[in-house]
């Protein structure tokens, strides 16, 4: 299927995700559900990633990431899915946020105003990546962060080491990169970039 962003099914049995718990493979939060008074969602904040192909140089202005080919990333979203980000298919503006990251708080919510307008280029898919994790930092977790803003695409999570991130060279938050349909770096940007900026890495990403 050539699309950027492909969904699989990966429904764990009760006892993997138990036994990934016990392990410390991902940091968990846990919730009681509403539908029953035995009935627990084991929500994880991080997981395990996928990225090969090369890694991009360090950002700075003139970008040297301009033209070549975007990391492929396996990873799971908040919904359980396995999502993968391939080298080439549809175009993709990928957004990078830390829950804690204060322009981050404000970025978000913006953005979700931002993708509901009815006269953004078509045919761009927009993904979050979630990362840099901190169980003991503010506005944890980001899966009810997300979630709360009402963020209408995938979230992928990222890895506890921040593979995903170091892969796209990220130097700080929040951090954007646009990538055409040939899988190639348009843009990269770091900062609060706004509606306007936003436009234009989708306009970039579009060709």
């Known amino acids: 299927m050539n699309k950027t ?4 099914s990966t429904a764990k049995s009760p006892l993997v995700w138990i036994a990934l718990l016990v392990g410390g493979a991902a940091i968990v939060t846990i919730l009681l559900a509403s539908r029953g008074d035995d009935a627990v969602e084991v929500r994880f904040e991080t997981s395990s990633v996928q990225v090969s192909g090369p890694e991009l140089p360090a950002y700075a202005q003139p970008d040297p990431a301009v033209g070549m080919l ?5 990873a799971s979203t908040l919904d359980g899915d396995r999502v993968e980000l391939g080298a080439a298919g549809n175009p993709l503006v ?8 204060s322009h981050c708080q404000n970025e978000v919510p913006r953005a979700v105003q931002w993708m509901s307008a009815p006269d953004l280029p078509t045919g761009v898919e927009v993904v979050a990546v979630s990362t840099a994790v901190n169980p003991q930092a503010d506005n944890y977790p980001p899966s009810a962060w997300f979630e709360r803003v009402r963020w209408p695409t995938p979230v992928l999570l990222d890895s506890e080491t921040g593979e995903i991130a170091t892969k796209f060279g990220l130097p700080a938050f929040p951090y954007w990169v ?8 348009v843009a990269r940007v770091s900062g609060e970039i706004g509606e306007e900026g936003f436009r234009y890495l989708l306009t970039l990403a579009a060709g």
């Open 70 to 74: 975007a990391p492929t990333v396996v």
């Open 94 to 101: 990928v957004g990078f946020f830390a829950h804690w990251c």
């Open 178 to 185: 646009a990538i055409n349909g040939d899988g190639e770096i």
């Open 5 to 8: 962003a492909r969904m699989q």
